[in-house]
């Protein structure tokens, strides 16, 4: 038991490396390990993944599972992030770039990650290049994923498997419910409470707008003047469009450029049915007795009838 848990740590250690080296690359556009940083349970108790306080704009996200699975079971969830392929954001660097994603998984407790060996081939090929981890080692049945490129990856598969009460009190078979809460883009406000460059900016005072200077490495100076006649300078940083020009009146905290946010994050849930083997034999025990039951009568029915015209006959 101690050299499972050594290799599921080392597993673990080894995806957080993995998953660290995205976030260091330019293109990493989405962090949902900030989530496992600053949260033990990404779900807050009101129902709010943790997702949404970084990522603003509400986005649409579906979820399918099956309705039921049996115990030790491994069988797939699929969770679908669609958005406009043909969309960019700035990135970091203020360069315009593809949006990546990024899925949080809250199943039932007892629920978690298929071990590789039980994982079809199929389902294999499908999640090449996708990285999937338990959130943390005391949460095993919450499943992380993410950043990965989204072009490639509108749809992530969450290999599951289902626990067996018969190993684990703690398990009954009821319906339990699953969570998921996915992202696309980056957000709006990073981990430290700052805003990111994928944010519009406001204007720092009300006034003219008196000079636009387009800098040579990209991003604008805008330059506004007063009521009193008083100059204020204000840096636009590169990869954002400003929708507006020298000459404007603008008001404090107007607008100047547009919303460069074209993704978002989205949350949803369903249930699923941890069903006894028992129960279905049992069902199936039922049918058969009442389609032989119905059978019988039917027969039963075409004797009498058959008797019924022979006196008839006679």
Request: aromatic share 8%; proline share 7%.
């Amino acid at each position: 038991m101690k050299i499972f848990n050594s290799t599921i740590k080392q597993a673990f250690a080894s995806v957080c490396l993995i998953t660290s080296l995205f976030i260091t690359t330019e293109s990493a556009t989405a962090f949902p390990i900030y989530a496992q940083q600053a949260y033990a349970n990404p779900r807050e108790a009101n129902g709010r993944i943790a997702c949404a306080n970084c990522h603003l704009a509400q986005k649409p996200v579906e979820i399918e599972s099956p309705q039921a699975v049996l115990p030790n079971s491994v069988f797939e969830v699929v969770v679908k992030i669609p958005y406009d392929l043909t969309a960019k954001q700035p990135l970091a660097s203020g360069k315009k770039g593809g949006l990546n994603v990024g899925s949080v998984l809250i199943l039932p407790e007892g629920f978690k990650l298929a071990p590789a060996a039980q994982v079809p081939k199929e389902i294999k090929e499908k999640n090449k290049g996708v990285y999937i981890s338990p959130y943390s080692t005391k949460a095993e049945n919450i499943l992380v994923v993410g950043p990965i490129s989204g072009d490639k990856h509108q749809e992530i598969i969450f290999p599951v498997v289902a626990p067996d009460p018969a190993t684990d009190s703690t398990i009954s078979f009821i319906k339990y419910p699953i969570y998921v809460g996915a992202n696309r883009g980056r957000g709006q406000v990073n981990p430290t409470g700052d805003k990111t460059n994928n944010n519009t900016i406001l204007a720092a005072a009300s006034g003219k707008i008196t000079d636009v200077v387009t800098k040579e490495k990209g991003g604008y100076t805008l330059t506004i003047q007063d009521t009193t006649g008083a100059e204020k300078t204000q840096e636009i940083p590169m990869g954002l469009e400003l929708n507006v020009k020298a000459g404007v009146v603008v008001k404090a905290d107007q607008p100047v450029t547009k919303d460069p946010n074209v993704g978002g994050f989205g949350q949803t849930e369903t249930e699923i049915v941890l069903q006894s083997p028992a129960r279905i034999y049992g069902y199936m025990v039922l049918v058969f007795f009442v389609i032989l039951t119905q059978i019988t009568l039917i027969l039963k029915k075409k004797q009498f009838e058959k008797v019924q015209a022979a006196e008839m006959n006679f």
